[in-house]
Every structure is written in C-alpha cells, then in structure tokens.
C-alpha cells in the first residue's frame, strides 16, 4: 500500500545544530507540503512544494529550508536550530493541486531542542 | 492570510449522543473547499468530511455531516451516534484555488467521549 512516511520520529538536538527531518511518500504524488504543530496554533505551513525542483515559502519559512530532487522526497532541514523550533513536524502530499484533493499526512516528528 | 476560527478548544460528549464541532473562516472568495481533520492520540491526521463550496446541500459520510452556512461562513461538524473512537483533536481547514491552494487550519478542538 502506499503511504507517507517521516523519520525519525523523534528526535533532541541543540541550539545551532543543523538537522534534516526526512519524509518519503510512495503515492507519487506532486505535491507535498511541510507543517508544524504547536499548541495554540493549530497546523502552520512551513514549505511546500508542486514538483520535482520547485519549493515555495509557507506562512512560517524563516530558519527553515527545503530541496525537491524527486518525486517521493521532500526533507525539511533546519539550518541552525532553535528552541523556538520545538514542535511536531507534519509532512503532507496531495495527487495534484486540486483544491478537492485531500492531503494526506506523515505520522510526524517530534523535534526538540535543548 | 486565510483565517480559520475554532472557538472551542474542548469538546464533550457522552456516548451514542451528538455533538457538533463550530468553525468559522474569512473569506472573500466564492469558490473553495473546506475539510474537517480527524487527530486521534497516534497523531496520524485522517480526512474526515469535505464540502465544496459552490455545492450547496450538506456533505454527509456516516455519522459524519457538516452543516455548511456559506453566507455566515460557517462550516459546523456534527457527529452522531458518539462513539469512544471518536475521541481526537479535530480540525477545521480550508483550501482555496485562487490562494495558492495552501491549507489553512484551524487551531483544533479536542473531542472527549464520555462512556
């Protein structure tokens, strides 16, 4: 079955650390999208992307960057981490842009940052 | 920015009775969609319902229906027949083609069934 998948689920790290959090999507999808989840704040788009080499800013991009080589994977890297950026990663894909599409989501990533 | 209003931060119900979720957005345009996500404690965001907004009768799928007030832009979840399962984080999200297509959320309601 296809699914989307995120690693690792976990994950503690320091202050100015770079970090990679991974997700692979097996639906082949051409759209996938990166969250963050925050008590207060619901889901807020970080990157997104419409296909392979296109990556778009979301609505909290800032301290974060994405790169789209291939369809199935779409890392989140986190150039210098900090504690604001303590959160539960979300990774999404959608079949196209439709707006009916529904998208579906990773299991996320729990990030913390010491 | 689209902005999607949940007013209840916690909900509860007792089981088998019905509950029904608010949400609210702003919005200038006329053609959109609008999705309910289901958050269990795994964390794994499941599709519960969808309505398209030029559609105008009610999106129903089992025990699940929206009552959908385009004028008042409102977009209500009711659940019947509550059952333990029922029990998650729900959120309210809207997607709009003349908007880049972003999902924009709600900050959820966190459902409680009561046995």
């Known amino acids: 079955d296809a699914e989307i998948t995120q690693s690792p689920r976990h994950k503690i790290t320091e202050t100015g650390r770079q970090v990679t959090l991974a997700c692979h999507q097996t639906?082949?999808?051409?759209?996938m999208f990166w969250y963050r989840q925050d008590l207060g704040h619901g889901l807020r788009l970080i990157h997104y992307s419409y296909g392979v080499h296109d990556t778009n800013k979301g609505e909290v991009s800032d301290g974060y960057s994405v790169s789209r080589s291939n369809t199935e994977d779409l890392p989140l890297t986190l150039e210098s981490a900090a504690s604001s950026q303590t959160s539960v990663y979300f990774c999404?894909?959608?079949?196209?842009?439709?707006?009916?599409?529904?998208?579906?989501f990773g299991p996320g990533t729990r990030l913390t940052v010491l | 920015a689209q902005t999607v209003t949940q007013s209840q931060p916690e909900m509860s119900v007792q089981e088998a009775e019905t509950v029904t979720l608010s949400c609210t957005y702003d919005?200038?345009?006329?053609?959109?969609?609008l999705f309910w996500y289901k958050q269990p404690p795994s964390r794994q965001m499941i599709l519960v319902i969808r309505q398209e907004a030029y559609k105008q009768q009610n999106a129903t799928e089992n025990r699940f229906s929206v009552n959908f007030q385009k004028a008042a832009k409102s977009f209500s979840l009711k659940i019947s027949d509550s059952q333990l399962g029922d029990a998650a984080m729900y959120f309210c999200?809207?997607?709009?083609?003349?908007?880049?297509?972003?999902?924009?959320f709600g900050t959820g309601t966190s459902l409680t069934v009561i046995p």
């Open positions: 999200a809207y997607r709009c083609p003349n908007t880049g297509n972003q999902f924009y």
């Open positions: 639906w082949n999808h051409n759209n």
């Open positions: 919005t200038s345009e006329s053609d959109y969609y």
């Open positions: 999404a894909s959608s079949e196209s842009a439709s707006s009916y599409n529904e998208q579906f």
